[in-house]
């Protein structure tokens, strides 16, 4: 297993849209290894491949408490979403530092491969829920922040760059 480098906003990479994954073999089981390594140690509770610059639809989430129930999502497709909606605060691995309201819905039904490469239909609400949108829109190629305001966007991206300088900064 081996830590992977995590984009950060505004890497224009982010904004690839991810290609399906042909083959769940030993090298996407590598990916979901890593990628689940990744995210614990950066405690998170998602990771899309996009986010790791690996262009594919590729998602693990764990939102339990003991993180100890690793999800995998590969090619997923959001076959229901419920009428309703609800606006939850999300922040997000590739922003670091940032957290605001989008609004999401309450309830959904995915469609995906396992990490074994088996069909699953999952539904989910709450935190799963939101935590699965999320990760699906990295790999249509879209942050979080693409739901705020042109104002709050552009001050998050002045805010990431200053960031991303200060720490080449401080390597130098």
């Given at each position: 297993m081996a830590?992977?480098?995590?984009?950060?906003y505004p890497?224009?990479?982010l904004h690839k849209v991810a290609?399906?994954?042909?083959?769940?073999?030993?090298?996407?089981?590598?990916?979901?290894?890593d990628m689940l390594e990744t995210?614990?140690?950066?405690?998170?509770?998602?990771?899309?491949a996009t986010q790791v610059d690996v262009h594919e639809r590729l998602i693990v989430i764990d939102v339990s408490e003991d993180r100890q129930q690793p999800l995998v999502l590969i090619n997923p497709a959001l076959v229901w979403t419920s009428p309703e909606t609800h606006?939850?605060?999300?922040?997000?691995?590739?922003?670091p530092g940032i957290y605001d309201g989008v609004q999401r819905f309450d309830?959904?039904?995915?469609?995906?491969?396992?990490?074994?490469?088996?069909?699953?239909?999952?539904e989910a609400d709450?935190?799963?829920?939101?935590?699965?949108?999320h990760e699906m829109d990295h790999l249509l190629g879209k942050v979080f922040?693409?739901?705020?305001?042109?104002?709050?966007?552009n001050r998050i991206k002045t805010k990431m760059l200053k960031a991303q300088r200060e720490e080449r900064d401080d390597k130098d």
């Open positions: 830590l992977l480098p995590i984009l950060c890497d224009p990479k290609k399906p994954v042909q083959a769940v073999d030993a090298r996407v089981h590598q990916l979901v290894s995210m614990y140690e950066a405690k998170g509770i998602g990771l899309a606006l939850n605060e999300e922040g997000c691995l590739s922003v309830a959904i039904k995915v469609t995906a491969l396992d990490g074994a490469g088996k069909s699953r239909t999952l709450g935190m799963l829920a939101v935590c699965i949108q922040v693409e739901y705020l305001s042109p104002l709050k966007r």
